[in-house]
T-cell receptor, first 113, second 110 residues
Framework: KAGVTQTPRYLIKTRGQQVTLSCSPI?????VSWYQQTPGQGLQFLFE???????NKGNFPGRFSGRQFSNSRSEMNVSTLELGDSALYLC????????????FGPGTRLTVL | AQRVTQPEKLLSVFKGAPVELKCNYS??????LFWYVQYSRQRLQLLLR??SRESIKGFTADLNKGETSFHLKKPFAQEEDSAMYYC????????????FGKGITLSVRP
């Protein structure tokens, strides 16, 4: 099985811009979760989508949003970028059952200048 | 609220020494606990989970509900164990998200 893929791998944006990140889960996985990883805060949960519906949400401002398509692919959008949004954004897919293992993608490195 | 605490940021040991990576959690209910590992230049991957009760690459972890701990142990460290280790917790249903600790860097010296 192909693993979780994320595009693009690297992004450089300036403050005030918006950005869209994409995640393709493992075939058959219906759950996609997004995480922000920074040196100071570590791995923080953004949100989870399951069958095109947001199932869980972390404590991030409304500038962070996401969606999931019928093929389980997911996108994450960040509007009005701030310097503090610079981070590695990880996507993870899972079957969606209880306590199920999450498989992580390589991440998208976002740098906001 | 779900919370995972990894009290140490770095553990450096010599090859062959025992390793214990500490993890404490806070959750009102029955959580599932995980250890994830990230080797250099590789993606984050599951090392082991409580529910499967397996030993992976010589690592074991026991859930102690009384002390709310899930420490990761290995009796004899190998150089290839050098990596970043994250403890994580998942609740059930609406709390199924993964909450991670800050992680600990394990460095095994030859």
């Amino acid at each position: 099985k192909a693993g979780v893929t994320q595009t693009p791998r690297y992004l450089i944006k300036t403050r005030g811009q918006q950005v869209t990140l994409s995640c393709s889960p493992i075939s058959g996985h219906r759950s996609v979760s997004w995480y922000q990883q920074t040196p100071g805060q570590g791995l923080q949960f953004l949100f989870e989508y399951f069958s095109e519906t947001q199932r869980n949400k972390g404590n991030f401002p409304g500038r962070f949003s996401g969606r999931q398509f019928s093929n389980s692919r997911s996108e994450m959008n960040v509007s009005t970028l701030e310097l503090g949004d610079s981070a590695l954004y990880l996507c993870a897919s899972a079957t969606g059952g209880e306590y199920n293992e999450q498989f992580f993608g390589p991440g998208t490195r976002l740098t906001v200048l | 609220a779900q919370r995972v605490t990894q009290p140490e940021k770095l553990l450096s040991v010599f090859k062959g020494a025992p390793v214990e990576l500490k993890c404490n959690y806070s959750y009102s209910g029955s959580p599932e606990l995980f250890w994830y590992v990230q080797y250099s230049r590789q993606r984050l991957q599951l090392l082991l989970r409580h529910i499967s009760r397996e030993s992976i690459k010589g690592f074991t972890a026991d859930l102690n509900k009384g002390e709310t701990s899930f420490h990761l142990k290995k009796p004899f460290a190998q150089e290839e164990d050098s990596a970043m280790y994250y403890c994580a917790l998942s609740g059930s249903g609406a709390n199924s998200k993964l909450t991670f600790g800050k992680g600990i860097t394990l460095s095994v010296r030859p």
